[in-house]
């Protein structure tokens, strides 16, 4: 069976959360679509829903957390995260896209790169966000 390769950042994320899931990667790309498209600054801010492992990628990726005051969690009925850079004044939310999920290779390997390989306006809806919302 062929390994994926994956990029230092994400291994350092595994070695954080301690493994490779579905949330963990689906939130590092969270994080990498939203620098993509807002940018990013030491001062980022991200709010989640559901609390998942996706959680994680903002803490390593973007140094967002709790205790910095950085990252709020909400409950909500959606896999989404926002994010708001305040030096461009710019914030969105990426709302995973349901409709892939039916799409997902059954093999974890292919899953995993499927995942990796698919761009961010494909894996994820885009709205605006802004933190007074």
Known sequence: METVSLPDDLM???GHHGHLCFGVLTGYKACKYAVEIIG???NMKAVTENGSCGDDAIRVILNCTEENGRLT???GRQQSWSFYNPDEEEGIQLTL???LLSQLPADKDQA???ILELPGNLLFMVESFSPDM
């Open 12 to 14: 350092d994320l595994m």
């Open 40 to 42: 990013v600054s030491e």
């Open 73 to 75: 969690q909400k409950k």
């Open 97 to 99: 896209n349901p409709h």
């Open 112 to 114: 995993i790169r499927f």
